[in-house]
Every structure is written in C-alpha cells, then in structure tokens.
C-alpha cells in the first residue's frame, strides 16, 4: 500500500529564514505534487514533479524529487509571512489516478 | 475558467441521516475525485469517477457512494451519518485518466453531523 510521511507537521520560523519540508513515500510512483492550504480555504496547486531529478521553483519555495530515494523536498528560501499555511505533498500512480497525501506541515512563518 | 464548484457550502445533518454533496468540474474535465479531511487528519481518498463510472474507491465503508452524471458533474452520498462522518469533503477535477493529470479541487463543504 501506497503510504506518504511528511515531515515536520508543524513548522515555527522566523521571517527571513530557510527550512526544509520532507515527503517520503513507500512505493513507486508517476508523480508528486505540493500543494497549499490556507485556513478554511481549499487546496492550491504549488508544483507538479513527474521524473527522478525534477526541480521547480516558484518565488520562495523550490520542490525537488529524487525517486530512487522516494523523497521529496520543499524547500523555503528567505521567509515571509505570507508563507503561512499548510502544505501538504500527494503521491500519485499513472494507472489508477489515486493520489495519497501526506498528513501535511502547518507551517508559521513570524515576524 | 471557472474553477471547481461544490455545494453546499456547510451542511448540518443529525446521525442516522443521509447527507448529499455536489461538485461541478472544470469544464472539460471529465475525472472527479471526492477526498474526506477530517480535522485534524489528513485527505482521504474516497471515490474516483470518470466518464460516468465509478473507477476507484478509497478505504471508506458502502454507505459512502456517489454518481457521475452526463455533465461530468457528481454527487457524493452519505447515509446513516455517523459523528466521525463531521469533516471537510474536498472534490477535484482533472482532464482525463492516467497520465500527469493534475487535480484541481474545489472549495471543500463543511459536514458537520450532530
């Protein structure tokens, strides 16, 4: 069974800062995709990474795949409060379009 | 583009009764996924549907079920409501099957089960 770990779930950084989120998942898999969550609010596409190597930036965060490790990262340069939010990876296979997402990191970003 | 589509916004329901949830998808998209977030846990994938067949189903009990009409849009139904049942249902769409189609969900609506 497909399992997706996230970790931290919860995140406390200073504006300014780097961090790291980390998402392991158990078997092989087509894609992984980030996505954010504000309170009360639906999920927002951030990245879609579908081959071991895969980088894609956008602003402060840069998500990374490595498949052969089943890791993935996002990685958040320079802090700013907008940043606030949870942010949650899935794990998805080409055959049956079910995507497993991880528990999430509720990340504060503070002044 | 409009976007995902879900009504209601919230829906109160007492244990024992049956709940229904729309999701309209983006148009032409023709997959729909229905996702439970209880609080305090993560999303779980409840059903998939496409072409107006129900294609996958999430660890949930038979009495979480659902349609796909002509329209692509869905229904959601969830009978003799149980307390744990009180969560966020999230819908999303994407354009087909397989494939990197990404999923793009909805605003979610707020089952609360008294």
């Known amino acids: 069974e497909l399992k997706v770990e996230q970790n931290p779930l919860f995140l406390s950084m200073q504006e300014g800062k780097n961090y790291t989120i980390y998402c392991n998942y158990s078997?092989?898999?087509?894609?992984l995709y980030w996505y954010r969550q504000d309170p009360g609010k639906s999920l927002e596409s951030l990245f879609v990474?579908?081959?071991?190597?895969a980088v894609k930036q956008e602003g402060r965060l840069m998500a990374s795949l490595d498949t052969k490790a089943r890791l993935s990262t996002l990685h958040i340069t320079a802090a700013v409060h907008d940043l606030s939010a949870t942010y949650f990876c899935a794990v998805g296979r080409w055959n049956n379009n079910d995507m497993r997402f991880g528990a999430g990191t509720r990340l504060t970003v503070k002044p | 583009e409009a976007g995902v589509t879900q009504s209601p916004t919230h829906l109160i329901k007492t244990r024992g009764q049956q709940a229904t949830l729309r999701c309209s998808p983006i148009?032409?998209?023709?997959?729909v996924y229905w996702y439970q977030q209880a609080l305090g846990l993560g999303l779980q994938f409840l059903l998939w549907?496409?072409?107006?067949?129900?294609?996958n189903r999430g660890n949930f009990p038979p009495r979480f079920s659902g349609r796909q009409f002509p329209n692509y849009s869905s229904e959601l139904n969830v009978n003799a409501l149980e307390l744990e049942d009180s969560a966020l249902y999230l819908c999303?769409?994407?354009?087909?099957?397989?494939?990197?189609?990404?999923?793009?969900f909805g605003p979610g609506t707020r089952l609360t089960v008294t």
């Open positions: 990474l579908l081959s071991n190597g």
């Open positions: 078997t092989t898999s087509d894609r």
């Open positions: 148009s032409g998209h023709t997959s």
């Open positions: 999303a769409s994407s354009k087909g099957m397989g494939g990197s189609y990404e999923q793009y």
């Open positions: 549907y496409d072409e107006g067949e129900e294609r």
